[in-house]
């Protein structure tokens, strides 16, 4: 003879069985989200790491031309104050 379930078991079964398949499906799309993020996240980083390698080039030309700079205003001070007529610079 079989054991017969009651209704309101079944329905606890039924209600447990759908919560699993929601439960696997929400998996699914979160796995998806963070896959998602973390290739944007890959991308971020590969954009910052150019950006530094730019400014990482780009800092010792520009404190390079800085430098030649103060020296020619060093020069031309010089200059101005081996003249006759005194200029304060």
Same mark, same amino acid.
């Given at each position: 003879m079989a054991i017969r379930k009651h209704?309101? @078991?079944? %329905?606890l079964i039924d209600k447990r069985a759908q919560l699993h398949g929601d439960f696997l499906?929400?998996?699914? /799309? @979160?796995?998806?989200?963070i896959k998602k993020a973390d290739a944007e996240i890959e991308k971020i980083n590969l954009a910052l790491s150019r950006a530094y390698k730019r400014r990482n080039q780009q800092v010792p030309t520009c404190a390079e031309l800085i430098?030649?700079?103060k020296i020619g %205003?060093? /020069?031309i001070d010089s200059a101005i104050e081996m003249h006759e007529v005194k200029i304060d610079p």
């Open positions: 209704s309101s @078991l079944q %329905w499906n929400d998996e699914r /799309i @979160l796995a998806r989200h430098e030649k700079t %205003w060093r /020069i």
